[in-house]
Structures are given as C-alpha cells and as structure tokens.
C-alpha cells in the first residue's frame, strides 16, 4: 500500500496567499527551510495504478500535475483517481472536488451528514450523478473502496467520529458551535487487509475511544494545525483559539504530544498544519521538540509504503 502526502497545510496553503508573517516570507523566497506546502490531502493505491485521494483540497490541480501517478496513462482522456474520501464538509477538504468535473467516473464516500452539505450546495451538481457516485459510509464499518467498473480495489475504509463542529461556513452568527463527536468531523481507516493507517486531519480533542483506537497503530497522519491554542491571537493574526476552530494543539498538557506519548504508534506524522505555526520551519526549536518527540512534520510528496 503506497500512501503519497499530495498536500500538507491547513486551508490557506503555506505561504497563504494574504499572508506577509515571517514564516510566509521565507516560503514566498523559496527558503530550503521554510519549504512551500499546499493545502492537505493525501492518495493511497493498493495497485500503484488506482488512487483514491483522502480530501479533495483546493489546490488539487496543482497536487495532480506534481505527481505523474495521478495524471491521465492512457487514451485521450482518463484518470487514475477512482474516489475521494471525505472525512469533512470544511472548504479546504471539498473544494477540490470542483476540479474533478470534466464528467470522469468516480466514486465519493463520506459520511451522510458530509455528503448532504454536498447536495445541499448546487455548485457540486457539476459532478453529474450519472458518472460521479455519491456513497454513504457508516460510522464505525468497514466498507470496500471500488473502482469505476465496479471491482474491489484490493482497499477498505472506515470512517470514526472524531471530537470537532460543523464547517465554519454553517456555523450560526456569534455563537460558538458545539463540539461533538458525530458525522460532522470523522477520521478514516485505510486498510489493504495486512496494513492499517489512519488519517485525522482535524481532532478538537483525544477521548477514549480515539485513544483506544490508535493505540498500537503503524501509520497515523495527525490534526497539527497550530502549535499552541491562542498561537493566532499572539500573532495578531486572528480572534479565535485552536479549539474554537475544532483543532487541539500540538504542544501542552493537553495537546497533541502529550496525548500520543504512551500510545505507542510506531510513525506519528503531522498535517493539516496552518501557516503561522513554527513547526512548519525546519530550523524552529518547535520543530526540534517535535522531532524529539518521535513526529514527523508531512510534506508534499512525502511517501510511505505499507
């Protein structure tokens, strides 16, 4: 099973594209340690041939034309890309899908609750429901991924409820939303029957059941958006904590590493990681104390085989 890291930051890219912070300049200069990402997704193939992508980021395209095993192999036109995995209804997991409308055959799965934000909005109905299937997962069930022509791809998944909120674009007017674990915010199980990994790209908080399912775990892509809660309010950057924006932070009591300390997971990788965190800078003390704490900071391109 081949697991390529198509996208690494959180919505926004790195550098955003209004950004003028410090760690956005050194990425605009091409700075070997402030290496660029754009926003996060992830492609998984049990065959090198078929792909199936986790997220359809904004920058889609861009991830697609960066790495030839997801570009049209054969006759005038084809795609490799067989589904989409949706583990939220957030712009920066969907919006991508807008660049997968030239009436090519795929499958998108996701929870009903995701996949209803879809129907809900017109702009999706360009993905012509005669050649784009819409597939209800059910939480906590393992469920095959298919190929266009209906065979198994040789790959199953399982969505789980992950502690987050609604996408910030259903949100009500100055009241904060609830965080709850539901249909809303998922995390999803990829296994080719002998290997197992797990990508949570957005987690408010590490509960029980989550901590009982990835203990053990070989491969585990992780919410890394901010490295401290009111990091974007110390920057002057923004209004809002990490958890009023559905993420736990990486470091604390409370955060991320803490969190995985005894969990025993053999590769622990972050994503999904937002612009103004340190982290993101090879040279940061944050990223030393990341990197001393067993993680691994994703970035585009990055592959892993299981």
């Known amino acids: 099973m081949r697991v390529v890291v198509l996208g690494a930051a959180a919505g926004g890219g790195f550098p955003q594209w209004n950004s003028n912070a410090?760690?956005?300049?050194?990425?605009?200069?091409?700075?070997?340690?402030?290496?660029?990402?754009?926003?996060?997704?992830?492609?998984?193939?049990?065959?090198?041939?078929?792909?199936?992508?986790?997220?359809?980021?904004?920058?889609?395209?861009?991830?697609?034309?960066?790495?030839?095993?997801?570009q049209p192999q054969e006759g005038l036109r084809s795609s490799p890309i067989a589904g989409?995995?949706?583990?939220?209804?957030?712009?920066?997991?969907i919006a991508g899908?807008?660049?997968l409308r030239e009436r090519q055959p795929f499958t998108i799965y996701s929870t009903g609750r995701i996949l209803a934000i879809l129907a809900a909005n017109p702009i999706f109905e360009v993905l012509a429901?005669?050649?784009?299937?819409?597939?209800?997962?059910?939480?906590?069930?393992?469920?095959?991924?298919?190929?266009?022509?209906?065979?198994a791809a040789g790959l199953s998944i399982e969505l789980f409820p992950t502690l987050g909120k609604v996408p910030l674009y259903l949100e009500t007017a100055d009241q904060?939303?609830?965080?709850?674990?539901?249909e809303d915010t998922v995390g999803v199980a990829v296994s080719d029957g002998s290997h197992t990994f797990y990508f949570v790209p957005s987690c408010a908080g590490m509960t029980a059941s989550l901590r009982a399912r990835l203990a053990g775990a070989e491969l585990v892509f992780f919410d890394g958006t901010l490295w401290t809660d009111d990091e974007m309010i110390r920057a002057g950057i923004g209004s809002k904590t990490g958890l009023r924006m559905g993420h736990m932070s990486i470091s604390g009591p409370d955060g991320t590493m803490a969190a995985f300390s005894s969990l025993g997971v053999r590769k622990k990788v972050l994503i999904h990681i937002n612009n103004s965190n340190p982290v993101l800078l090879d040279d940061s003390p944050e990223r030393e104390i990341a990197e001393a704490a067993g993680w691994t900071v994703a970035y585009d391109g990055m592959e892993v085989t299981l």
């Open 22 to 70: 410090p760690g956005c300049r050194r990425a605009r200069a091409k700075d070997p340690k402030a290496r660029a990402r754009t926003q996060a997704s992830v492609a998984v193939s049990a065959d090198s041939k078929h792909w199936f992508l986790l997220n359809a980021s904004p920058d889609l395209r861009a991830q697609i034309e960066a790495n030839p095993p997801l």
């Open 84 to 93: 989409v995995v949706l583990s939220n209804g957030d712009v920066d997991a």
């Open 97 to 99: 899908l807008l660049h």
């Open 129 to 151: 429901h005669d050649v784009v299937k819409r597939q209800v997962v059910p939480l906590n069930t393992s469920w095959p991924l298919l190929l266009p022509s209906g065979k």
């Open 176 to 182: 904060a939303p609830a965080l709850v674990e539901g």
